[in-house]
Structures are given as structure tokens and as C-alpha cells.
């Protein structure tokens, strides 16, 4: 005879109505705003000075004479081993790493190796991917996460910031509330599933001769070479127009042909999955992002910057 | 025209100033806030003691912009779900780094002198304090305050899907310790 397995509802009820028996602590009996001084004055101190003397958890610098409240620089590293030697206020993350800022209900995890830098108006992301959550979600201020044409306001939200060094950069909202602010252009306020990019500059337009006419003639020639079985030419066609002022969805569309034929019919996995990367970093949240991430998971991981198109 | 039946007050009482109002509110759902965050915190004492803290501090803040305190029980329930989940979540982080240095204690908890008697009590509080921050609150909301998956989405700002996700891998580390979990 087997013996029943206890019931998790009923174990969580016992348990509840155990732990409502316990009184309300004396240091309650006051409301907070009442008291002399708060018996932690920081919450998590023991435990935060505690890592500290193992010096896991670091004081971020300030930077300069601008007051930053101390207690919101706390910086917690997970893994411990993504933890710099040394400290700075800007700060190198690897793929895979994430600190935690507990002041600002903020954790930010490096999707790809990523730079960020600590500033008294909040972050700037400098260069790479980062997943940004915060878990708070209601009466707050925001946090400021800047990027090279403009910041974010943030209030409970999870979202993820593309940054290059040649600053452009997109943002795609995943949870909660933000809007992207840039200089001299209304807000844009972004939803979950939302994106938003920007380039640093006026965007290097080809010369005038890409008509309209011209590009669905190099649409059709592309896909005519393709179809031919012509792949090398397809494949310089496709490139060609990856450059041209095709309109974004357009050159979605011709950014996943020119995967998929250097993949399948090139049979050129390195290549494939340099362009694949490139493709997700162009057009996050797009609509092959699934296809896409399935085939980056075939990917092998490492630092290839990708074939750029 | 229509005839309205009113009732006026011959004597209306001096409104309460804020900070009246407010010691009014600190004293009515104290308690209840408390035992909130107890449940979430499983039995962790100290964690609970700061989140009311925090809860009621937020209150103070946030005061002037409810305009109905009517409705200022979910208000409560809703921030102390949040400001226990982000504790939580900071403490689960902390606790990583801290085993891994052979440096994690347990939390306290309120029924230190009742688990020793009851392996009933050792085993769930165990079980609870095992699963990682976000999958313990969904499952807790949903077994203990009866909230619909929608329903937690909406409190703790996640998406439904993931409070799915959340609530079937949460269910399977629940049963993987031995524990029967309906539906």
C-alpha cells in the first residue's frame, strides 16, 4: 500500500494559519514615521554588509562632486565572478552577467557583452544588449536609462536596449510602462511588445537613384537570380539592397531571404549565423524574430560580430 | 419633478487632518498587511516586519494622489505583493552569493518553536523557501488568496502568459518534492 502524497494547498493552509498566529512585532505597534529612528535603518544592511566584507558588493563611485545618494549605488553581481577587479562607474558586463541595483528595484542582465555607465541622472547604456527589469510597479519614480539619441523613463517595466558604438541603438518593451524621450521630438510612449529605434545621425542615405522603380526592379531581379538557382547573385543583390532606403519591412522580408539563402542554399553556416545576429540586432522584435532565435540557438555562441550586409 | 430623498448630517464633524487619517490607516490594516507579508515572506519575521514598514511609508507618500481610500485595501494588497516580491527576489540573489561562500543562514521564522514539533509545517515552509522568488508568489496567490492567474498578472504587472509559465514550473518543483498539487 502506497502512502498518499500530503496536499501543497493544504500544507500552504497549515502553514499560513501557523504564521497568522505569530503577534504583531512591538516594533509595529508604532507606525514607522512615528519612530525615533528605524530599527534597520537599511533595509538589507545586514545581509548587503555582510557580502561587503567579503567584498562582493561595492560602492559605485560617484562621479564627481554631483551628490548621489550612497545607498542607491549599491551594486550586487550575479554570478560574483562577473564582479570587476576594480570599480568604476562605467562597468563591462559579459554575456550572461547581471547586477542587481536593489535602490533602484532594477536588475540588468547582459544579453551580449555590454558596457553601461553610472550617472547621477540614472544609466547609459554605451554599447551592447541588456535586459532591463524592474519589478516595482506602482508609485514610484522613474529610473532614466540614456542611450546615445535620447533616455528612457522607465517605471515598472522589463525591457531590452540594442546599443552600438555607432550609436544606433533600439529598445524593445517587453512589460510595463516607459517612454523614450529624445531632444526636440515628442515623447514616444512604448507598450509591451513595442520597439523604437534611433541612429546617432542623419542616416547615410544612397545616392537618388534608388527609385522606387529601381528597388522593385532589384526586388525582382533578386528573386528571378534565386529562383534560377543563381545563389551568388541572388546573394549579392540581396546585400545590395540590405543598403538601399528600402523601407524597414521591406528589407526585413529581404534580410530573412538572404539569411535563409546563405543557410540552405549557400550552405555557408558560419556566414548564415553571422547574418542571422546581424538580422536580430536590425530588427528586434520583428516578425521573424522567432524563426530567427531558433535558428541562433543552432548558432554556435561566441563574440563573431556577425556578417554585416 | 422627481422627489429625492436626502439625508443631511445636522453636525458635520472637523475633517480629520492627513496625518490623523493616515494613523487611522496604520492602525486599521497594520495587521493585515503584516500577515501578508509573513505568508509571502514564509514566516520570515524580519521580512515582513520591513516590507510593512515600506508598505506603510509608501502609503504616507502616495496619500495625497488616492482619491478613494475606499479602495485602499487592494492598494495595500497590491504594493505589499510587489515590495515582496522585489525583496524577495534581491534576497534570493544575495543568498546565491552567500551559499556559494558557505556563508547562508535560513531566514528567521515566527514558528521556530513549532517546526521542530511539525515535520508537517518543516516540509511546506522548505518546500516554499526552495522555489525561486516569483514562482513561490504565484503559487502562493493562487493557492492561498484564491487569485486567478489574470489576476496575479494584473497585481504583479507580469504578463499572463508568463504567470502560466510561472505557475506550471513552480507546480513541478512543488510535486518533485513529493507534494500533490490540484489543479
Redo the contacts between chains.
Keep these: 500500500m502506497t502512502t498518499p502524497q500530503p496536499d501543497f494547498r493544504r500544507g500552504l493552509e497549515a502553514l499560513d494559519e501557523a504564521v497568522a498566529q505569530a503577534p504583531l512585532p512591538q516594533t509595529l505597534h508604532q507606525p514607522p514615521w512615528a519612530r525615533p529612528a528605524s530599527r534597520r535603518p537599511a533595509y538589507f544592511a545586514g545581509t548587503v554588509a555582510a557580502v561587503m566584507a567579503v567584498g562582493l558588493i561595492l560602492i559605485w563611485p560617484r562621479p564627481g562632486p554631483v551628490p548621489v545618494d550612497p545607498d542607491a549605488t549599491q551594486v550586487v553581481f550575479s554570478p560574483a565572478s562577473c564582479a570587476p577587479a576594480t570599480m568604476t562607474a562605467r562597468l563591462s558586463l559579459d554575456k550572461g552577467c547581471a547586477i542587481e541595483l536593489p535602490n533602484f528595484d532594477l536588475v540588468i542582465e547582459a544579453l551580449a557583452v555590454a558596457q553601461l555607465e553610472h550617472t547621477h541622472r540614472g544609466f547609459r547604456v554605451l554599447q551592447g544588449e541588456l535586459q532591463f527589469e524592474r519589478s516595482e510597479a506602482l508609485e514610484s519614480s522613474p529610473v532614466q536609462v540614456w542611450v546615445s539619441n535620447g533616455r528612457l523613463e522607465v517605471l515598472g517595466a522589463r525591457f531590452l536596449v540594442r546599443q552600438d558604438r555607432a550609436g544606433q541603438g533600439s529598445v524593445l518593451a517587453q512589460q510595463g510602462r516607459m517612454r523614450f524621450v529624445a531632444p526636440g521630438q515628442a515623447p514616444i510612449v512604448l507598450r509591451p511588445g513595442g520597439t523604437h529605434r534611433w541612429r546617432k545621425s542623419q542616416p547615410e542615405l544612397p545616392p537618388a537613384r534608388w527609385s522606387k522603380e529601381r528597388i522593385d526592379e532589384e526586388v525582382a531581379a533578386a528573386s528571378h537570380a534565386r529562383a534560377e538557382g543563381h545563389y551568388d547573385e541572388a546573394r549579392a543583390r540581396l546585400t545590395k539592397l540590405l543598403r538601399a532606403p528600402v523601407g524597414e519591412p521591406v528589407a526585413e522580408i529581404m534580410s530573412f531571404e538572404l539569411g535563409g539563402l546563405l543557410e540552405s542554399k549557400l550552405g555557408d553556416p558560419v556566414a548564415a549565423c553571422g547574418h542571422w545576429r546581424a538580422h536580430q540586432r536590425r530588427f528586434p522584435g520583428g516578425q521573424y524574430m522567432k524563426p530567427v532565435g531558433d535558428r541562433l540557438n543552432d548558432c554556435p555562441s561566441g563574440n563573431s560580430a556577425g556578417a554585416q550586409e | 419633478m422627481a422627489a429625492h430623498s436626502l439625508s443631511w448630517s445636522t453636525s458635520v464633524p472637523a475633517p480629520m487632518s492627513d496625518s490623523e487619517r493616515?494613523?487611522g490607516l496604520?492602525v486599521e490594516h497594520?495587521?493585515q498587511v503584516?500577515?501578508w507579508a509573513?505568508?509571502y515572506g514564509?514566516?520570515d519575521?524580519?521580512f515582513a516586519?520591513?516590507v510593512?514598514?515600506?508598505v506603510?511609508?509608501?502609503l504616507?507618500?502616495?496619500l495625497p494622489?488616492l482619491s478613494d481610500t475606499e479602495k485602499l485595501g487592494g492598494w495595500l494588497y497590491?504594493?505589499t505583493a510587489?515590495r515582496c516580491?522585489?525583496?524577495l527576489?534581491?534576497?534570493r540573489?544575495?543568498q546565491?552569493?552567500?551559499s556559494?561562500?558557505g556563508?547562508h543562514r535560513a531566514p528567521p521564522c515566527?514558528?521556530e518553536d513549532?517546526l521542530a514539533a511539525?515535520q508537517?509545517?518543516q516540509?511546506?515552509?522548505e518546500?516554499?523557501r526552495a522555489l525561486p522568488a516569483r514562482e513561490g508568489m504565484v503559487?502562493?496567490m493562487l493557492?492561498?488568496d484564491g487569485l486567478s492567474q489574470s489576476e496575479i498578472a494584473q497585481t504583479?504587472?507580469?504578463?499572463r502568459g508568463y504567470v502560466s509559465k510561472l505557475v506550471a514550473r513552480g507546480t513541478a518543483k512543488?510535486r518533485a518534492r513529493?507534494?500533490?498539487?490540484?489543479p
Design positions: 493616515l494613523e496604520y497594520r495587521d503584516y500577515r509573513l505568508r514564509a514566516g519575521s524580519e516586519e520591513d510593512t514598514q515600506e506603510f511609508m509608501r504616507m507618500r502616495a494622489r497590491r504594493v510587489n516580491l522585489s525583496r527576489r534581491r534576497r540573489l544575495t546565491t552569493i552567500l556559494g561562500l556563508l515566527v514558528l513549532q511539525r508537517d509545517l516540509h511546506v515552509l518546500t516554499v503559487l502562493t493557492h492561498l504583479l504587472g507580469l504578463s512543488v513529493g507534494w500533490e498539487v490540484g
